[in-house]
């Protein structure tokens, strides 16, 4: 089993930033691949950044690519998302992922084996 808890929503202006942190507990050694999704009312969960075990690859929707910065640090367990260039549209609910013991498909949420309960980020215009 693992546990995911995020941490470090909250408001921001258009422009400004936020940064969110995923604390890992329980079988965090077989964590491979980590992602962040997002999910505003009436939309489907989307795939907003993952990045390898190790650190040196990442993928980021186009939508945020250039703003948002994804970073783990394994000795701590911790997964983070740095956002930047904030936009209202970037509203949503945040979610980290985590494949256990595998590693599958990065974008498709259904590739992720744990997920944390989720932490609001507003950004106001």
């Known amino acids: 089993q693992v546990q995911l808890v995020e941490s470090g929503g909250g408001l921001a202006q258009a422009g400004g930033s936020l940064r969110l942190s995923c604390a890992a507990s329980g079988r965090t050694s077989s964590i491979y691949t980590m992602g962040w999704f997002r999910r505003t009312p009436g939309k489907e969960r989307e795939f907003v950044t993952a990045?390898?075990?190790?650190?040196?690859?990442?993928r980021y929707a186009d939508s945020v690519k250039g703003r948002f910065t994804i970073s783990r640090d394994n000795a701590k367990n911790t997964l983070y998302l740095q956002m930047n260039s904030l936009k209202p549209e970037d509203t949503a609910v945040y979610y980290c992922?985590?494949?256990?013991?595998?590693?599958?498909?990065?974008?498709?949420?259904?590739?992720?084996?744990?997920w944390g309960q989720g932490t609001q980020g507003t950004v106001s215009s």
């Open positions: 992922a985590a494949q256990v013991g595998r590693i599958g498909g990065w974008r498709p949420w259904a590739q992720y084996d744990y």
């Open positions: 990045i390898s075990w190790s650190g040196a690859n990442t």
